[in-house]
């Protein structure tokens, strides 16, 4: 390869700026070779409906995708959970580094944790998915929420606790993490309490594939574990016929003890937003050691869900 600089297609958010930018310093580190960031912008940037009204899968990566294939930049990152499940032939996931933290996390007034919110309480998400399973532990533990659908940016969701309008909003770990922001965080939600989005906290580096020099060297970023266990949770999410705005939370984790890795938990939820019907599933089997051993994980446990009626959850949804 040569030393020209390599070009990050990136969007032009904040967070999306901070983790191009970590990627880009990891990419230097393995090539050898500069990297400048190219901003673009996605539909999922401009629009201002709801990601379940606009469709969610897609949005916030075809232009960079688009970008991609005709040459404009050598590489996008992506947050895994914005992509379709459905890889296009020309394009390439080259490197899946290791997973931040999957967990999702709430910023509340007086520093409040979710269960001492007050009755009556107004969390804002923009996710059917942390919707259901928040109502559905709400109703379950005796709680009286409000959830509240909200759009925009990390500093849009957090102003809208500062200033009054809700008592919480819900976030992901990772990208609080990445903005070098968690202090912000007044509660971790356990995954036994919300299951994240199938592939939070992971990143997708994605090139052409014809590139097989840039393959390579991105290749150096890919951590198998990362990638069985996203593989498995996305492989889950097709089989579903599920999109990235569906109302599906899925976690693959490894079980085992010190640097001793065993098995693979994989675990999902399906339900309606106001949380009254849910499908919650798991399956654990040795760790997949090929591509095609995690897709059919998640499968497997995707073809049970639905013996449980969770396509007429997700039919559900905008109810």
Do not use: W
């Amino acid at each position: 390869m040569s030393d020209k600089a390599l070009r990050l297609g990136t969007r032009r958010s904040k967070l999306a700026m901070a983790q191009s930018g970590q990627v880009a310093e990891a990419v230097r580190r393995v090539t050898g070779r500069p990297v400048e960031l190219v901003e673009i912008t996605t539909y999922g940037d401009t629009s201002r409906e709801h990601l379940a009204q606009i469709g969610g899968t897609g949005v916030f990566v075809t232009a960079l995708r688009d970008a991609l294939v005709r040459g404009e930049v050598d590489f996008a990152v992506h947050s895994l959970k914005d992509l379709p499940t459905e890889q296009p032939a020309e394009l390439v996931l080259a490197a899946l580094p290791v997973r931040e933290d999957p967990r999702d996390v709430i910023v509340a007034r007086d520093d409040r944790k979710f269960t001492d919110l007050p009755r009556g309480a107004r969390i804002g998400t923009g996710s059917p998915r942390r919707m259901a399973q928040l109502n559905a532990y709400a109703r379950a533990h005796g709680l009286d929420i409000e959830t509240v659908p909200i759009r925009g940016n990390v500093d849009t969701r957090i102003r809208y606790v500062r200033d009054g309008e809700l008592d919480a909003v819900v976030l992901a770990a990772a990208g609080l993490n990445r903005l070098g922001r968690i202090e912000e965080a007044t509660d971790f939600l356990s995954v036994d309490t919300v299951l994240p989005a199938p592939g939070q906290g992971a990143l997708a580096i994605e090139c052409a594939a014809q590139r097989a020099d840039l393959i390579a060297a991105l290749g150096e970023l890919d951590d198998p574990f990362t990638r069985a266990a996203v593989t498995a949770e996305r492989s889950l999410l097709a089989a579903l016929e599920a999109g990235c705005s569906a109302p599906v939370g899925a976690l693959a984790d490894l079980l085992g003890g010190g640097q001793i890795v065993k098995e693979m938990r994989l675990r999902a939820v399906v339900g309606t937003t106001d949380g009254t019907r849910m499908v919650q599933l798991s399956t654990t089997g040795p760790v997949p050691q090929t591509h095609e051993g995690a897709l059919a994980l998640g499968s497997d446990l995707a073809t049970e869900m639905l013996a449980q009626g969770a396509a007429g959850l997700m039919g559900e949804r905008a109810h």
